[in-house]
């Protein structure tokens, strides 16, 4: 499964990158707006010298005209911006038009498995369904990437499963186990996942121990 990193906070990727855990970055404009970026592509280049992968870079009109003209411009920035279009008509219609020119599409703001089915057929490089979001109002998220998984896997499309509002370690494990292809994840979810406790007294009990010898 590839890990994306959920932020536009520069610290925090070049940090996760240096893990060598990262395969890509999501952003949205709440993670932009969050960090008080003012200047979007500039901040977009800089994600693109740090990390080699594919981009999300949202668009924020919600005609086809508006989101085209943002895509493109968008796009121009580096091979690897994903134009990032909302599932509402326009951004399928948008979607389809990127694809078919060779520009990578992310889908978002997906919740159900009828929406993922279009953006497939619309030929979305990736899908992103929010299971925090669904867990928020008491429906099971992982769930619905488990739907998602079967339904491409029963007709073999191309898009790429990328789960998304990922708020704790076992929203990335249980990805992993559905055999999601992409789990997106804040910076303290990747903190998260390497700790363990035993892992911390198991090291301070070997680094006790060899004090001990060198007297
Ligand atoms: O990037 C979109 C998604 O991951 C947002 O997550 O926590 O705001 O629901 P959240």
């Known amino acids: 499964m590839k890990f994306f990193i959920d932020t536009a906070n520069l610290k925090e990727i070049k940090e996760a990158a240096s893990m060598g855990v990262l395969d890509g970055v999501t952003t949205n404009p709440s993670l932009v707006s969050k960090e008080g970026h003012k200047d979007f592509k500039g901040m977009l280049e800089e994600i693109c010298k740090i990390v080699d992968g594919p981009i999300s870079a949202e668009v924020v009109s919600t005609d086809l005209d508006g989101m085209l003209k943002e895509g493109y411009d968008l796009a121009k920035i580096h091979k690897n911006i994903t134009i990032k279009v909302p599932l509402i008509k326009a951004g399928l219609q948008a979607c389809k038009r990127f694809t078919s020119e060779g520009i ?54 191309d898009t790429e499963v990328l789960v998304a509002s990922v708020r704790h370690p076992m929203h990335v494990v249980e990805a992993a186990q559905i055999g999601a292809h992409v789990c997106t994840m804040p910076y303290k979810v990747i903190e998260q996942l390497i700790h363990h406790p035993l892992t911390d007294i198991g090291l301070q009990k070997f680094l006790d121990d060899w004090k001990k010898l060198k007297g």
């Open 104 to 157: 990578k599409v992310n889908v978002t703001l997906c919740f159900s498995p009828n929406q993922a089915l279009l953006a497939a057929k619309a030929g979305a490089t990736f899908i992103s369904p929010f299971v925090g979001r669904l867990d928020d109002i008491s429906t099971n998220g992982m769930q619905l990437i488990e739907e998602i998984v079967v339904m491409y896997e029963n007709y073999g499309y």
